[in-house]
């Protein structure tokens, strides 16, 4: 047993606080900072590859989009954040909502990214789109029995629909948007049709649902496009495929992975320049290819296995739309009992 | 029942002659306050932040809560706990019972091996557990396939599925602190009340049973509280409860004070829970720890129990760690290859690090306030206590903004008196990202881990024995170094086990505290399982469950001789 007194036991004490605390009195280092809700996998390789061709070093730190919020918002001024990136756009609204981004004024943002894609007032851009589609059992189900999201909700459907968590923000923007486009009574109507036709719990993510249609709990489902592409990679040939719905009116819901930069950011331009040049072509496809996603730049094609799944046209409401509406959509989905 | 302790202790000691104790009379009150106070402020900040926010509600949005959401998160919570509580309190007393008590095939092995679920995150075991026994899982296809259908199989993604798993994950707690409130009372205290004539199954209900209460009151305190908290898990089963109605008010509908407000209604649980503890302990009759168990022999089982003591701690072997950790390794290997790098040394040696300060520290702070609790105890310093340690039910995201907001608040204000002296060339402060925040930020989530057991362990050194050695000469630090420790020795060692085990798993706190670029296992587990890639998620997972066998491993090697260790 070491001995030590209680004056040299604090003092010990104080010198390993004191060598903790110098590396946060770092110089603030040159660079970019990111705060990012998109995962270290899909964001390290784009950096890596920036930091080889500029010699910008970018930094980040990953955690869920409401902590880094939080965070962003607690440091205010002080902030060292230079860019929030969000895996949603309802996230990237609120952030600016709350005055955490900056107007950025870039004719090449501008001209890579569609309109409905980013912020109207500039302060943030979608990078990556995701489709949340229909997924459908090849083997109970046949592709003309299916049209909208909203005939989902139809009777003949009874027991045969499984869905995702609402707490899962892609619901949540499906919700906003739908809401967005038939208004709240009648969204709610088809919402609570979606709720009785579900043939077992909701699932706590995609792949689980798609796996319990291939099995035949149930016989269609919502989910996202790059789940299914995960899914069909690993277990090739299983019994589920893709619809697009609503070809005729809207499209198919979309929503976007994008950044901003920080409203207090000290290296706006070095931000600004990292965003667009994550918009140009050729981290486009990286960008989106590492998960397969959609380009946001139209002018890139997304993958081979995506393209794959076929040509399909989107819904181009605003998808700013899917933030402002979301705190509507998330109570009206408790209302209908999805849970 | 320790303040009554205390004054009988005053008053049968001569005080007068402890020089340490006099002359402390008017100083050391103060400054032991101020001790507990500074220890417990990193809880007490974020648990003032919610009641602040519960008591002024913000009206329209309290409406909805209560409508819709309040009836489910309270039945199904309730529900949740008291299931948990039930369930893995039954399993870790009879598992600590079996091998602490008894002798049957395979007792060695089952003593470390039942520990080892401590170490697989809850959250992990959860959705192995769905992915196996769900509709679509292998099990009920298999079913399917044999006999054409399986609609009789019980559905997992449900409450009960949600109590399955937490009881399997959680059983540890109480079998480790039962276990070693069985192994040192000792068998003795057994065959004592059999020689007044007691059978063995009364003998163990009146006497072994009673005597061990503390402790497995206070692992039962440590299940719910960590039930009560549980996010990761119960999003698998999809059950909603406090926790799951908090992230959707936060991320949902962008409502921190809405979160704030529902954390609140959760601390009322809490209070009900410890106040359910408290009351248990309170009536418990404490013996000497002296140990025993080497003197008197184990109950060796014979016929039917022998049989059902190895098949019982066979199957919950299997169902809590064994098949679990079986699937985590086929998905490592399938992944390994393109996962596995020389990064993950930094990962790992980040973990352990993290774990082992937070060990230390936290340990170090429960003696201090377990201290302070037995000789000084007021009804302050035992409210500021009792309070701090409530951060182990709050949910971690919670708790890491209630701490990590103050934290950057105080270091804007000190960058700000920074920039007035130095002008521009002041330099950045990052008081948050340093490491004392995330140990900070660990006390308040953890606390409770590391001082229950030391509490527990404390509370049964009586005062006759204090006494005694005072009467030998052997007073003040003496005491406690002489006496005190050796004693306290397995309750130390299961604080730290404990406490490093939880740090090795925990994730929300981690991740917003941590300094840039500090990259643990637990963080690539959520890298991993944020976009639902949970396969590739067993590599680190794996790794934390290895990490976290050290110090079971060290634990277990501790209690095979806590014999030797025990006796003053």
Not at chain 1, 301 to 309: P, Q, Y
Not at chain 2, 261 to 274: D, N, S, Y
Request: charged share 15%; glycine share 8%; with cysteine.
């Amino acid at each position: 047993m070491v001995r030590l007194g209680t004056l040299r036991a604090a003092g010990l004490g104080l010198a390993i606080a004191a060598s903790m605390l110098i590396g946060g009195c770092a110089q603030r280092p040159d660079g970019v900072l990111v705060y990012s809700a998109r995962n270290e996998q899909l964001i390290k390789p784009l950096f890596d590859l920036y930091t080889q061709e500029t010699g910008v070093p970018v930094r980040f730190v990953t955690d869920d989009a409401g902590p880094l919020i939080e965070r962003l918002g607690a440091e205010g001024a002080d902030t060292t954040a230079d860019v929030l990136m969000t895996v949603d756009a309802g996230e990237l609204w609120y952030a600016a909502e709350r005055g955490l981004l900056q107007p950025v004024d870039s004719p090449i943002l501008k001209a890579n990214i569609p309109e409905h894609f980013r912020d109207p007032g500039n302060r943030w851009f979608g990078l990556s789109v995701r489709a949340r589609t229909i997924v459908y059992s090849t083997e109970r189900v046949k592709p003309e029995d299916l049209s909208t999201y909203e005939a989902l909700a139809d009777p003949r459907w009874k027991g045969k629909v499984c869905l995702r968590t609402s707490k899962k923000v892609y619901n949540q923007s499906l919700v906003a948007m739908l809401i967005s486009e038939h208004g709240e009574q009648q969204t709610e109507t088809i919402v609570r049709g979606w709720v009785n036709n579900l043939a077992t719990n909701v699932f706590s993510n995609d792949v689980l649902l798609m796996e319990a249609i291939a099995a035949g709990q149930c016989d269609v489902g919502i989910v996202n496009t790059y789940y299914f592409g995960r899914l069909l990679r690993d277990k090739p040939g299983l019994p589920v495929k893709l619809f697009w719905p609503d070809q005729q009116g809207q499209g198919v819901h979309v929503n976007i992975s994008g950044a901003g930069v920080t409203r207090y950011s000290r290296h706006e331009a070095a931000a600004t320049k990292l965003l667009e040049w994550l918009s140009a072509p050729k981290a486009q496809a990286l960008f989106a290819g590492e998960n397969m996603e959609y380009p946001a730049n139209p002018a890139i094609k997304a993958d081979a296995a995506v393209l794959a799944w076929g040509d399909f046209k989107h819904s181009e409401k605003n998808i700013a739309q899917a933030g402002a509406l979301q705190a509507d959509a998330v109570r009206l989905m408790d209302r209908v009992g999805y849970k | 029942m320790s303040s009554i302790d205390v004054k009988g202790h005053a008053g049968s000691v001569p005080t007068r002659d402890l020089a340490t104790q006099r002359s402390g009379r008017r100083v050391r009150l103060p400054v032991s306050t101020v001790a507990v106070v500074l220890l417990c402020l990193p809880a007490l900040v974020p648990l003032a932040a919610i009641v602040v926010a519960a008591l002024s509600p913000e009206t329209e949005i309290w409406n909805h809560l209560a409508t819709y959401i309040l009836p489910e998160v309270i039945r199904n919570t309730l529900l949740l706990t008291i299931g948990v509580a039930l369930l893995a309190g039954s399993i870790g007393t009879t598992l600590a019972w079996l091998t602490a008590m008894c002798e049957f095939p395979g007792r060695r092995f089952f003593e470390w091996a039942l520990l080892l679920p401590l170490a697989i995150p809850a959250y992990v075991l959860a959705f192995v557990a769905v992915g196996f026994l769900d509709f679509s899982g292998p099990l009920q296809t298999w079913i399917r396939a044999a006999t054409g259908s399986s609609n009789w199989f019980p559905a997992i993604r449900t409450g009960g599925g949600a109590i399955f798993v937490l009881s399997l994950a959680t059983y540890p707690y109480v079998y480790l602190l039962a276990r070693s409130a069985f192994l040192t009372q000792g068998r003795r205290a057994l065959e004592a009340a059999q020689s007044l004539g007691l059978g063995r199954g009364a003998a163990t209900w009146r006497v072994a049973l009673p005597m061990a209460r503390p402790w497995i009151a206070a692992g039962i305190a440590l299940i719910c509280m960590e039930t009560l908290a549980d996010f990761g898990a119960v999003s698998v089963f999809n059950y909603n409860t406090f926790t799951t109605a908090i992230y959707r008010a936060w991320a949902g509908m962008f409502s921190v004070n809405a979160a704030l407000e529902l954390a609140g209604v959760l601390m009322v649980f809490v209070l009900i829970v410890l106040a359910v503890e408290r009351k248990s302990r309170a009536v418990a009759r404490f013996s000497s720890s002296r140990d025993t168990s080497r003197d008197a022999p184990r109950m060796s089982l014979q016929g039917a129990a022998r049989g059902f003591a190895f098949v019982g701690c066979t199957i919950i072997f299997l169902l809590a760690f064994a098949l679990p950790f079986t699937q985590l390794l086929l998905w490592m290997l399938k992944h390994m290859g393109r996962d596995l790098d020389a990064r993950y040394f930094g990962f790992a040696a980040r973990s352990l690090l993290l774990a082992a300060a937070a060990a230390i520290v936290i340990v170090a702070a429960s003696v201090l306030l377990a201290y302070v609790l037995r000789r000084k105890e007021t009804r302050f310093t035992r409210l500021v206590i009792r309070t701090a340690t409530m951060g182990y039910a709050i949910p971690g995201t919670v708790l890491a903004i209630g701490i990590l907001v103050p934290v950057i608040s105080l270091n804007n204000v000190l960058q700000g008196w920074l920039r007035d002296w130095l002008g521009n060339s002041a330099p950045t402060l990052m008081l948050h990202g340093t490491l004392v925040t995330v140990l900070a930020a660990y006390l308040a989530r953890f606390l409770a881990a590391g001082f229950s057991p030391i509490e527990s362990g404390l509370q049964r050194i009586t005062h006759n024995i204090d006494e005694a050695a005072i009467g030998l000469g052997v007073v003040g630090r003496q005491l406690v170094r002489r006496v005190h420790l050796p004693l306290l020795r397995t309750s130390l060692t299961t604080a730290a086990t404990l406490v490093f085990v939880d740090v090795m798993k925990e994730m929300p706190i981690t991740l917003i505290t941590r300094p840039v670029g500090w990259e643990t296992l637990a963080t690539r587990v959520f890298e991993m399982t944020a976009e639902g890639d949970w396969e590739r998620a067993a590599l680190p997972a794996v790794a934390i469950v290895l990490a976290g066998l050290i110090p079971v491993a060290l634990l277990t090697r501790r209690s095979s001789n806590v014999g030797s260790s025990n006796v003053a």
